[in-house]
């Protein structure tokens, strides 16, 4: 309420006059006072960018969007609105009509840089709502309605050598920052062009020395109105360091005779697209970087084998490779991959919500949760925000319990910071243990994050470019913007839908034993826990919750108090960690759960909150004592 508090004082103060409302069903768009703020928003966001960075009065980095969260307010007895603060501020204004009806004429005026991309009714621009334009918005209210203010940024890119496809030495692109607040840079889509070159990534500095952001992932925006990315290009080696096979209509690449460390396959040859890298056609080779254009769209088994590679670079355009590409690679560690096609799999939408939070808070106070699917049903992020009155900005990383939880620890060192707290609640199975196995649900997960690669050093894993096989098979034809969400999901990465159990449904044997999964040998986790923890990272070990028919009625005494200390005392052995929970603490009835012993109800996700609450708040007390 304090935020809301705070907004309201700001309206007040910047009242606009309003037109006369319609009663009828469609709104009426009034143009008002604010109309040419939004309009001069565009044009100011490009005019600043190449001095944004240098102006003094820009606050740091940490604080720069501390008002970034999308509010939903609720006006009358009908219409709520959801609006970002950090773009826009809104002012509502209400005539009481017939019965419980109202009439409400929302207004908006942009912060400097941002642009208005329109009202839209129930869903935002971006999931295909109509947009209705002008910064005034007026109707009467008879049903539940949601009204959501769209909003974008700019990112402005520089050809850096290169071209657009127009012949323009630069590219302005809104990205709508209506939900996400670090948005996904345009995948490959031939907007940028330069002969005998290959677009590799995005890059901060025109240089490449800054940070590098593959085609179509998130750079980290900072709350910035508008930021600049250059193209880094790498000049194709010449074809005659290549044998290859010709057919009527392309060109397979069948061996390299040259000397260089770095080899960027061209995107054609006498003309003909390169569509395939051959059988061994770089094995037991000296390359360490393989640059493959986007026309490459199958890699043969051993193309690499036995080689020096460190570094493989391709599009998602490659939809036939395996493992045995990099068989006996000993000093692969870097994958990147460029998008070079919009996404396709829904399944993308609560992972892109997570990262974007996770990306936001790098700088900030935070916790971050890891757990499997329990995570997402299970634990209510924002719900610990504001237990602990905003101190800490709380990721719910709780994916599913079939991605190796080595690969999350490798990945949060990146982002986590001294006294930031990780807080892993591990269920049963061996993935969330350190299996480095990765299979298609990871992939599943970063459709559109890629750039989670940047993170690890993929020479660790094993499975990985099968996996990628068997997830590119299974992705339909059809295509998504980037700037679709889940509206199920909140900023933190939290469920928030309806979740029911049906009543008598649960008859024991529908629930397994959530159990304490064997701790295997595998280390590469233990040392990213390590790290973190030398690094003032306090790691606190957690518990998934358990469903109280089948760890009791079945399981005897296989989770008691005992037994749980018992196993909590395992973990530290093999992790390191202080653990906060006790077992029993987290059994619930099986009324508080779903489909599965991980998904719980949604009144069932706020008790099991409730319990993490209380064990994170006596653990700061201890450590303050």
Partial sequence: MSLLKKGLAVFFAVLMCVLAVSCGEEPVETSGSTESTSGSTETTSTE??????????????EDIDSDNVLLSEKHGEYLT????????????EEKQGLGSSSTITVSVEMKPGYAFDGFSENKAIANGSKSYNKTSYSKTYTAETTLWVNCSMTYVYHANGGKTASGEETYTDKADVTFYKNPNTMWENGTFVRDGYVLTEYNTAPDGTGTGISLGSRPYVGGKSSIDLYCIWEKETDASDF???KSANAVTI????????TVVVPAKIEGLPVTAIGMSAFAKSSVKKIVLPSSVTTVKPQAFGKSSLET???TDKVIDIEDSVISACQNFQNLRINAAKAPTNPGY????????YLLWAKNRKKIVYVSGSSGQFSFVASEVEAALDGEYAVVNLGTNANISGSLWMEMLKSFMNKDDVLLWAPEDGSYLYGNTKINDRFWRSNECNYDILRYINIGNYSGVLSAYKTYQSGLSESNRSYAIFNESVNNNGDLFNARVSEPGKFMGDNYRLNQFAPITDEYLMADQLYEMMENGVRFYIG???KVAEVAYDKAKTYHTPESFAAYMDKLVQK?????????????FEAKYFADSAWHMTAEGAHLNTQVVIADLKAQFAKEAE
């Fill in 48 to 61: 600043t960018t190449a001095s944004s960075q240098e102006d003094p009065i820009v606050p740091p980095v």
């Fill in 81 to 92: 609105v959801k609006y970002n603060p950090h773009y826009c501020t809104v002012h509502v």
């Fill in 243 to 245: 044998t290859y096979d």
């Fill in 254 to 261: 069948t061996g390299y005779t040259g000397v260089g460390d």
């Fill in 312 to 314: 493989l670079v391709m």
């Fill in 349 to 356: 939408l609560e992972s892109n919500t997570k990262f974007d």
């Fill in 543 to 545: 518990s998934s919750p």
């Fill in 575 to 587: 992790y390191g960690g202080t653990p906060i929970a006790k077992g029993e603490d987290h059994v």
